[in-house]
T-cell receptor
Framework: DAGVIQSPRHEVTEMGQEVTLRCKPI?????LFWYRQTMMRGLELLIY????????DSGMPEDRFSAKMPNASFSTLKIQPSEPRDSAVYFC???????????FGSGTRLTVV | SQQGEEDPQALSIQEGENATMNCSYK?????LQWYRQNSGRGLVHLIL?????REKHSGRLRVTLDTSKKSSSLLITASRAADTASYFC??????????FGTGTRLQVFP
C-alpha cells in the first residue's frame, strides 16, 4: 500500500482564492482525519469521518472551511475564500478503527499571500 | 484545544545517551500514543499504550503510563543521530479522535 496520499504537496495562493486539498486514505481504513499544524497552535484536529460520514467538525475554524468524503477512497478539504492566517501544513490521516495508530500523509503546505 | 503537554519543549543530547520525554494530559483516556515527526514530514506512529497498561516496550523505546497522575513518559535508549525529530503524545479522551500535545524537539548530536 502506498500509504495516505495527499495532494498537492505545496500550494501557494492569493488571498480570496479557493483552495482544495485532497486526500486518499489507506484502503480499508474506516476513519479519516484532517489536521492543521502551525507553530503557534500546534496540531489541531479539524474534522473526522467514519465510513465516509462526518462525525465531528467542531475543529473547523470558520464557515470558510468545508470537507467532504464522497467515497471511501477520497476526501477533500476546501477553503473559500482563503486568508493569510490559513497558512499552515494540513495533514490527512487514516486508521482502521479506534484504539489503533493513525497513518499520516506527508501533508500539504499551504501559503496564502 | 490541546489535551497533552510535553516536557521538555526541547532536548539536546549526544549519541548513545538516553532521551526521556514526558507528557501530561487532562481527561480520562482509553489509550495514549506517541508519534515522531521528522522535519517537513508527516507523523509516524511509534507506540500505543492502553489505560490498563503501565509499561510497554518496542525496540529502543519504553513508554510508561500513570493514569493516576495523568502522565506518560517516552524513553529512547542509546539514541542515534537519526532519532532527531519532534515527538508528540496523543490521547483519545474517551472518544474516537486523537488530540495531540505540543511536542518535544529532540536533537541528537553525533
Amino acid at each position: 500500500d502506498a500509504g495516505v496520499i495527499q495532494s498537492p504537496r505545496h500550494e501557494v495562493t492569493e488571498m480570496g482564492q479557493e483552495v482544495t486539498l485532497r486526500c486518499k486514505p489507506i484502503s480499508g481504513h474506516d476513519y479519516l482525519f484532517w489536521y492543521r499544524q502551525t507553530m503557534m497552535r500546534g496540531l489541531e484536529l479539524l474534522i473526522y469521518f467514519n465510513n465516509n460520514v462526518p462525525i465531528d467538525d467542531s475543529g473547523m475554524p470558520e464557515d470558510r472551511f468545508s470537507a467532504k468524503m464522497p467515497n471511501a477512497s477520497f476526501s477533500t478539504l476546501k477553503i473559500q475564500p482563503s486568508e493569510p492566517r490559513d497558512s499552515a501544513v494540513y495533514f490527512c490521516a487514516s486508521s482502521p478503527g479506534t484504539g489503533v495508530g493513525y497513518t499520516f500523509g506527508s501533508g500539504t503546505r499551504l501559503t496564502v499571500v | 484545544s490541546q489535551q497533552g503537554e510535553e516536557d521538555p519543549q526541547a532536548l539536546s543530547i549526544q549519541e548513545g545517551e538516553n532521551a526521556t520525554m514526558n507528557c501530561s494530559y487532562k481527561t480520562s483516556i482509553n489509550n495514549l500514543q506517541w508519534y515522531r515527526q521528522n522535519s517537513g514530514r508527516g507523523l509516524v506512529h511509534l507506540i500505543l499504550i492502553r489505560s490498563n497498561e503501565r509499561e510497554k516496550h518496542s525496540g529502543r523505546l519504553r513508554v510508561t503510563l500513570d493514569t493516576s497522575k495523568k502522565s506518560s513518559s517516552l524513553l529512547i535508549t542509546a539514541s542515534r543521530a537519526a532519532d532527531t525529530a519532534s515527538y508528540f503524545c496523543a490521547t483519545d479522551a474517551d472518544t474516537d479522535k486523537l488530540i495531540f500535545g505540543t511536542g518535544t524537539r529532540l536533537q541528537v548530536f553525533p
